[in-house]
């Protein structure tokens, strides 16, 4: 018996624990339904939509935002204020406190999304607590402290939804709803996407992803779910009170979030079901009762700080997935435009009183590989940063194409043929090889909100973008390694998994910071024949290396950079010789000895 | 005005103490201790309790009331932060948040939800300054946390703890590297931080009085201090604690100053409690508008 269910488990993964835990659910209310267990377990599905909801911006987008309170309490307002006064029913209440509160995020989120952690935190807290004195303040229209009584329950079609099971049904088939748009939306590659923003955001844009616009889908999807869930309560309960606005509600959410676990629709359910019920279970302990419901909620972080549903992933881990069949990259549009592929004029910047690059100018021609070397702190790397726009130059101007980009920001930068590599192998460890590369097709596949809504069962746009990145990780020899996961991964196969991660965006530019670093002899003869190979296909490259060996049988021409200057260029074999080059690399005492 | 002045102040000295808390905490674990607010309140009622016990001056009881508010402190770091310390920060920020929902229930049941009044700190009434006259209790406070806050200057600066404390909030591995034993350092921090919120709340507890569910209103107070004054930066909380209640003393009591301004239509609804919070909350997303890196820039380095 036992035996047979580890089977099931190994070959099923999480299906076994989900399916239980569905027929459960089922099973609850119908089971135990007095009246007030039907409430409370109404009340757990308002929570789990509330909670589903903010995982896209808590989970998926990793924003510490404590606006759903707010949202929520907006929704159940709305729902109040039309329903009481207006007497307007559900059909009416219910889509208007889904906009209302998108509107509000809408407004709020140009200055608040561009603020970092706990700024955005302390930001999204002020504008709640703003919600709720106005709402304590604007007396006439929303009761003040004592709120509106007398909201109509729900009304479909002329027949109202009575209390007790069908209202519990009919709120938890929102939540099922609900749960399928969120898987919908980020089972896809579209989700990978998020992954690796909340990740890495830097990465992200490099990788020619629009993080603003990820982050402000997530913010507006969680305010949607939120008002959605308002909406519910207060048909639910009857009255809308300043208590939907309080602190305590976001607080809630986001404890069922973290105990659920942050990523997954289930945690987000298993979280609101455990966190509402708790306090009802524990009242045979009558006045300590929410005593009791800390100290579970704090051992149950303190065990399981990922979440209950990433402990069960750890015991029911997924099964494998087949590798897919690789399939060729379609053919990419020739770049537009005149002139060399890039020039950079005379670009000047400083770092506090370092001028890390101090007036470079160079061309880069169509189809070469032009080696960058220079001794530590020359300047290397801050010059691809620039190139790439993660850092903005102070002057000069940078053209690809006969376009100038500096200015633009390294997502537009990526999208339009600039790809690079990092001095530190950069991947998302808990990503297998696979979609780290994948992910890098998501421009190309148009990933989106839309897109991701209409695809069916399986994600096509994902299901290719694995073919086109296993094509890529054959030809850099990391095949074999293509389902593991990410930090598991030897360092020289991170190297090659970053490079076809690269390529993966079909650049026209590929830049590498330094990707011959701590590789073996073997493994170096191995990426310079697979770079040249890069070449052959009709890619441009600029290789950082300090490595003159691995340079010179690769290198077309050579540019070498000292203290953020140009001090030499041209055939690899005259650099190397050039006494200005030796003198930076070994000092004055090299020169004459 | 003068007065109302003194009455900011005093407010704001107390504020200084919880955000001070808040951010040695923060400097030593980067992490947000989200039960400081509950322990403000917590020391609030400790002072209540004991007086019921020995009726007397609330500076009798304030050795008492730092010392077991240590404990308190330690008895935190050993629930919340240490067992979660290799987590992301957001997981003790709800373990933090786990127990402040386990102290206020604690108070509620012990003492029920009624607002209580602590004794003052020496006696009640007035003093005469010149042509002023101000509470004693707020002089009082005022004193009372700038002696805290001195102590904590002092220890800090001067003493090979104080340097230990710096080290483990500037670079925690290389301290451990260097044999700092951190999280001796670490522990000590949260006794330290608990026993001065402690203080703020016996400061308080007699013009402002202690409820239970005070704990939220103190944290979010301490979250702005600390945003305004700039993350991790200590006298930038200070400033951000004395800014705050400035602002909540100082804004309702206009229409006393200026007579003109209580005859304006709806000033009383203008010029209250709940409109100076809310003009607080603009102004500071206005600042995080403008100064996305808080008022005094920042101080810690974020760790990639």
Redesign the interface.
Known sequence: MIAALHQAAARHGMAVPLIVGAVLLVLWPTAFSTAYDLRVFTLAGIYALLVIGYQFVFGHAGA?ALTQGAFFGLGAYVTGILGARYGQGFVVTFPLSIVVPILLAAVVAS??L??????FA??T???A??LL??A??AEPLTGGANGIPGVPGVELLGTPVPRGLPLAGFVWAWVILGALVARQLLRGLYGTAFHVMRDNPMLAACLGLDTGRLRLAAFLLSAAYAGAAGSLFVHTIRVVSPEALE??VM?AV??MA??GGRTRIAGAILGAFLLVHLPEWFRVFE??Y??A???I??AM??FA?DGLIGRLERWFPPAPAPLPEPEPLPKRHPIQGEGPLLALQGVVKSFGGVRAVAGVSLVVRRHEILGLIGPNGSGKTTLINLITGLVRVDSGTIRFVGTPINGLRPDAIARRGLARSFQAATLVEGLTALDNVAVARATAEGVGMRRALRASWSDPSLARARRHAMTLLNALGAGDAASCEAGTLPHGVRRRVEIARALALQPALLLLDEPAAGLSETEQADLADRLAAVREAGTTLIVVEHNMPFLARLADRLVCLNEGKVIASGRPEDVRADPKVIEAYLGRAGVSS | MLQVIVNGVALGAAYALLALGFVLILNATGA?NFAQGDLVMAGGLLVVAASMVWPVPAIVLLPLVLGLMALLGLALSL??YF??KS?PP??V???T??????L???A??LFGAEPRAGPPLLTAGLVELGPVTVSRQALAIIAVAALLIVVQHVLFRHTRLGRVLRATAQDREMAEALGIRVNTVIAGTFAFAAAYAGAAGLLLSNTFFVTPSDG?NYI?KA??AV?IGG?GSVVGALCGAMVIALFEVVFPSLPLVLPGLASLPGAS?LF?Q??A??LL??V??AV??VR???LFGETVQ?RA
Do not use: C, E
């Open positions: 510490l200055p608040v561009r603020l970092d952690t706990h700024y302390l930001a807290l002020g504008v607590q703003v004195l106005v304590l303040l602190f305590h607080v986001l404890a973290v105990v006045k300590s929410l005593i419901y800390g100290a909620l704090l972080i303190v700080p | 947000v629930l919340a067992p979660l987590q957001v997981a920020f709800i373990s948040i786990a127990v402040g929902i386990m206020q229930n604690t509620n049941a939220s979010l979250y702005i945003v993350w609804w209250s709940t409109m919070t809310i909350y603009v500071l997303l995080l508008v996305p890196q808080g974020r």
